[in-house]
């Protein structure tokens, strides 16, 4: 795609945060691009939940409805990456794979986040099916089973609590956390959450299914589903290019920005995982529509300008 005279608003990522936000940039009748590298984060998920009115729906079933919409009010979109980015005056220009480029007046980062899994053999294997992260996303489908926390920090603490609100069947597996403080220990021992302690070799499956969680000195723990934590690492590359920087996160980094969505690059607003690591599909959708609405908001304050600034000159 090669667009000469430019688009009102390049979207990059055409998740659930850059597909609402180009339903409403294009009911405003802004001309828009979506660039899409078509890798959602929760792709390996059956389903995704937490999202009213569509419960459970497959989550590329969700995008591809999401695409739809966007098209029927005359949204663009190209399948591949955004390679590069750049300030020209006074717009954007973005790079894309098939060697075009994409002139724009702002850019919204929508293009969400890496999961960094820790490197146990099995869990990358196993991610979004028996390996989990978010109690809210697969807890209720894991509920009452035996559950497994692999512990690589003070917040598989957390996680073994927020598990064991779904299941009396939690065991803490300590790996590289360290041993529990005092206080730890007694809450684990109050909520009969099992703390297994020292290194995990790997993860065993079955046909395909998780089946142990294998130590490092041998013993296995039968667990039907295994809690990680992941380090969240928003995809801020663009975002550097255009002169940010990404903030840091106890749990990853991500792009910081205002309610909105605006960040400290002006013309540059960024929504869903790309600015918030904790946002599931539903506030990823509402964190789109806010930002094309505050980008929408900005364009109409510039063109306002623009046309006091030639109603003067022809005036004069
Ligand atoms: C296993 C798993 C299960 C989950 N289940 C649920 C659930 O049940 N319910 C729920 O609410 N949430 C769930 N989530 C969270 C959910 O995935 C996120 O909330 C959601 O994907 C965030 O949307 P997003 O648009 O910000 O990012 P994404 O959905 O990740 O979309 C980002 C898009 O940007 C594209 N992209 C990135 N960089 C570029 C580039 N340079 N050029 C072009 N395109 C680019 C990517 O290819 C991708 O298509 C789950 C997460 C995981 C990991």
Redesign the pocket.
């Known amino acids: 795609m090669s667009t000469r005279h430019g688009v009102d608003v390049a979207v990059?990522?055409?998740?659930?945060?850059?597909?609402s936000a180009a339903v409403t940039l294009a009911r405003s009748l802004r001309s828009v691009v979506v660039?899409?590298?078509?890798?959602?984060?929760?792709a390996?998920?059956a389903?995704?939940?937490?999202?009213l009115g569509h419960e459970g729906i497959a989550?590329r079933d969700l995008?591809t409805a999401g695409r739809a919409e966007a098209d029927r009010y005359g949204a663009r979109f190209h399948d591949?990456?955004?390679?590069a980015a750049r300030h020209c005056e006074g717009a954007f220009e973005v790079d894309l794979?098939d060697g075009g480029t994409l002139r724009a007046r702002r850019i919204l980062l929508?293009?969400?986040?890496v999961?960094e899994l820790p490197d146990v053999p099995g869990v990358r294997d196993l991610?979004?099916t028996d390996v989990?992260?978010?109690p809210?996303?697969?807890g209720w489908e894991v509920r009452g089973r035996r559950i497994g926390v692999l512990g690589t920090s003070e917040l598989s603490l957390h996680q073994a609590l927020m598990f064991r609100q779904l299941s009396e069947h939690v065991t803490l597996f300590t790996h590289t956390m360290g041993s529990p403080e005092d206080q730890a220990w007694e809450q684990m021992a109050a909520l009969d959450v099992q703390v297994v302690e020292g290194p995990v070799r790997m993860l065993s499956t079955e046909g395909g299914r998780l089946r142990a969680v294998v130590l490092a000195e041998g013993h296995a723990f039968p667990v039907d589903a295994v809690a990680v934590a992941p380090r969240f690492t928003a995809?801020t590359?663009?975002y550097e290019q255009l002169g940010g920087a990404a903030a840091d996160h106890p749990m990853g980094s991500f792009i910081a920005t205002g309610p909105m969505g605006r960040t400290d690059v002006e013309g540059v607003w960024a929504?869903?995982?790309?600015a918030d690591l904790s946002?599931?599909?539903?506030?990823?959708t509402g964190?789109?529509v806010a930002a094309a609405a505050a980008i929408n908001a900005d364009l109409v304050a510039q063109d306002a300008r623009a046309a006091v600034r030639a109603r003067r000159a022809a005036a004069s």
């Open positions: 990059i990522g055409g998740g659930a945060a850059g597909l660039v899409d590298g078509g890798e959602p984060r929760n390996p998920a389903g995704a939940h937490n999202v989550p995008l591949g990456r955004a390679v794979d929508a293009t969400g986040l999961d991610w979004g989990l992260h978010c809210y996303c697969h995809r590359d663009l929504a869903g995982n790309a946002a599931m599909v539903s506030v990823s964190a789109g």
